[in-house]
Each structure stands twice: as structure tokens, then as C-alpha cells.
């Protein structure tokens, strides 16, 4: 998915499960894309470490919210066609995060969950 709907999305999960959250959401919404830029490592390889270090090392330090963002950008890139690594298994689906039609429809889904 696009950086835009992973923002999107995971800030409204916040705003209705968390609200004090949003800010720290929004952080941890891209940050596992974030992680792999500074470390210049390729595209999704980083991404299971990131549920490791968001589960065990941000929650307890009461930053729920960025843990809550990159879970949920995990969720999401696991929707895609490329899709993430779980536990050294390929976890995939149909979407194709260059698809504007896509993308839209995963933010318009949130909208209609979370009403």
C-alpha cells in the first residue's frame, strides 16, 4: 500500500479505538518503511523485526499508538501481492499497492468499518 493509506487508515482505527493516539499512530504507520530507508535495506525485509521491536519494546514504554500504526502497516502490506515474511513464510494477497483503485478502496473499507 501507498504510504497515504497507510496513514490513513491506521489514524482512523486511532481516532476511534485511542484517540490520545493519533499523533503516535501516524508515526508508527510508516515506520517500518521508515526503518528500512535508514538502514538501506531492501523493500519488506525489515518488516518482521518491526513487530518484534513494536510489541516488546514500544508498548511497555506506554507509545502504544506507534505499535498499534506499524502493526497495521504490516496487516496491510500483507494484503498486497508482494506481501511480508512471517516466521519465514510468505503471508500474501490479491492487492497491488500501485493501484490507485486499490488503495482507495482499502481507506473507503476503514470509513465504513469505523462509522
Given at each position: 500500500?501507498?504510504?497515504?493509506?497507510?496513514?490513513?487508515?491506521?489514524?482512523?482505527?486511532?481516532a476511534r479505538?485511542?484517540?490520545?493516539?493519533?499523533?503516535?499512530?501516524?508515526?508508527?504507520?510508516i515506520l517500518p518503511?521508515?526503518v528500512e530507508n535508514?538502514?538501506?535495506?531492501?523493500?519488506?525485509s525489515?518488516?518482521?523485526?518491526?513487530?518484534?521491536?513494536?510489541?516488546?519494546a514500544?508498548?511497555?514504554?506506554?507509545?502504544?499508538?506507534?505499535a498499534?500504526?506499524?502493526l497495521h502497516h504490516?496487516?496491510?502490506?500483507?494484503?498486497?501481492?508482494?506481501?511480508?515474511t512471517?516466521?519465514?513464510?510468505?503471508?500474501r494477497w490479491?492487492?497491488?499497492t500501485?493501484?490507485?483503485?486499490h488503495?482507495m478502496s482499502?481507506?473507503?473499507l476503514?470509513?465504513?468499518?469505523?462509522?
Amino acid at each position: 500500500m501507498k504510504w497515504y493509506t497507510h496513514i490513513a487508515t491506521a489514524t482512523m482505527v486511532a481516532a476511534r479505538l485511542m484517540p490520545d493516539q493519533v499523533a503516535l499512530t501516524a508515526v508508527g504507520a510508516i515506520l517500518p518503511d521508515v526503518v528500512e530507508n535508514l538502514f538501506m535495506a531492501p523493500h519488506r525485509s525489515l518488516h518482521e523485526l518491526a513487530v518484534w521491536l513494536t510489541v516488546f519494546a514500544l508498548v511497555p514504554m506506554g507509545m502504544g499508538g506507534i505499535a498499534i500504526g506499524s502493526l497495521h502497516h504490516l496487516i496491510l502490506d500483507a494484503l498486497t501481492i508482494h506481501g511480508i515474511t512471517v516466521f519465514g513464510k510468505r503471508v500474501r494477497w490479491v492487492l497491488n499497492t500501485n493501484n490507485i483503485f486499490h488503495n482507495m478502496s482499502i481507506i473507503t473499507l476503514h470509513l465504513l468499518l469505523l462509522l
